[in-house]
């Protein structure tokens, strides 16, 4: 099994920063894409940034400019530095990895975390 722990949200005044975290651990082989989804009362999962399988990134265009992803191959995390917060940045943020396992080689799922809060407040 995987399991994706995030960690780092909380609540923070508009213009701050908070920097999140995800571990990824259990039975994984390789890791193809890691990165962060969010979701807001009321609106469906978007995209906040990821790294793709061919080790480029893709950010959101709410994110550009504001927010920073970067990963630790070695200990199979990724991080989220996000900076000059807006109160529209409230949500719940997911850490998601596409992965193949030793328990079956060949075969790509996708994990999620069990997500962590940031609240933005104005």
């Known amino acids: 099994q995987v399991q994706l722990v995030e960690s780092g949200g909380g609540l923070v005044q508009a213009g701050g920063s908070l920097r999140l975290s995800c571990a990824a651990s259990?039975?994984?082989?390789?890791?193809?894409?890691m990165g962060w989804y969010r979701q807001a009362p009321g609106k469906q999962r978007e995209l906040v940034a990821v790294f793709t399988s061919g080790g480029s990134i893709n950010y959101a265009n709410s994110g550009k400019g504001r927010f920073t992803i970067s990963r630790d191959n070695a200990e199979n995390m990724v991080y989220l530095q996000m900076n000059s917060l807006k109160p529209e940045d409230t949500a719940v943020y997911y850490c998601?990895?596409?992965?193949?396992?030793?328990?079956?080689?060949?075969?790509?799922?996708?994990?999620w975390g069990q997500g962590t809060q940031v609240t933005v407040s104005s």
């Open positions: 259990g039975t994984i082989r390789r890791i193809y894409t």
């Open positions: 998601t990895a596409a992965v193949t396992t030793t328990q079956a080689v060949g075969v790509m799922s996708t994990y």
